[in-house]
């Protein structure tokens, strides 16, 4: 049980990593008007952040399938998606200074009472 919950923990943490990289890479990405098909797959292809966020996205499935084989939808799929915006908010606000209204840091705050409940249940 407790491998299963290394590989939650796991395929969370790449995919809010996947997510911030695909942020960063949309920061990158150039205009493309009159490109080919071919000619925008190659120019995307060269960001590395989106190249490294679509590797971590099949990773994240892979070590989410060993999750659920594990442990049940019903724990692991509430961990794994509040656990990433969680995860994703805090890196917004630190490192892309975005902001959060008064309103988005209260429902916060109930993601991650949620969390907790969830997990405090799954003994």
Known sequence: MAQGYLFLIT???FNATANIL???AS????PMEGLSL??????LAKNYYLVLGL?????NILFYVL???RINLSIAYPIMSS?????????SVYYLRETLTTLQVGGIV???AGIAMVAYNMT
């Not at 071919?38 to 120019?43: E, F, H, P, R, T």
């Not at 590797?55 to 990773?59: D, E, I, P, Q, T």
């Open 22 to 24: 695909m942020k960063l």
């Open 11 to 13: 395929a969370l943490v």
């Open 55 to 59: 590797v971590l996205f099949a990773s």
């Open 38 to 43: 071919v000619q925008k797959g190659l120019a």
């Open 83 to 91: 656990g990433g915006f969680l995860i994703i908010s805090v890196f």
């Open 67 to 69: 999750a659920l084989k």
């Open 110 to 112: 109930m993601i991650a």
């Open 27 to 30: 920061r990158r990405v150039e």
